[in-house]
């Protein structure tokens, strides 16, 4: 007995089939392709549903829920102007 031949999943709320075996941003690819090239280049990042991250290079499960959602720099709260600085 065989299942189905691919996995459905879905990427910032478009449901989208892949193969068996595929990574999450293989997902994000097949529906978004500048998107997942924004992935692998560290600009963009996979949530899951909840908003918590996600490896990119994780194995898709069937019926998995994920997010593209921009990568935020932290920068040094001592550079932000009009911060006040706290002694310690």
């Keep these: 007995m065989s299942g189905p031949d691919?996995?459905?999943?879905y990427?910032?709320?478009?449901g989208v089939?892949?193969?068996?075996?595929?990574?999450a941003v293989d997902a994000v690819r097949a529906l978004f392709p500048?998107?997942?090239t924004e992935v692998d280049a560290g600009r963009q990042r996979?949530?899951?549903?909840?908003?918590?991250?996600?490896?990119?290079?994780?194995?898709?499960v069937g019926g998995?829920?994920?997010r593209v959602v921009p990568v935020r720099e932290r920068l040094d709260a001592?550079?932000?102007?009009?911060?006040?600085?706290v002694a310690p």
């Design 46 to 60: 996979l949530t899951d549903s909840r908003g918590l991250p996600v490896d990119a290079t994780q194995a898709l």
């Design 6 to 9: 691919s996995l459905r999943v």
């Design 17 to 23: 089939s892949v193969p068996h075996g595929s990574l």
């Design 78 to 85: 001592a550079t932000e102007p009009g911060d006040a600085e």
């Design 11 to 14: 990427v910032n709320e478009r």
């Design 34 to 36: 500048d998107l997942a």
């Design 64 to 66: 998995s829920i994920y």
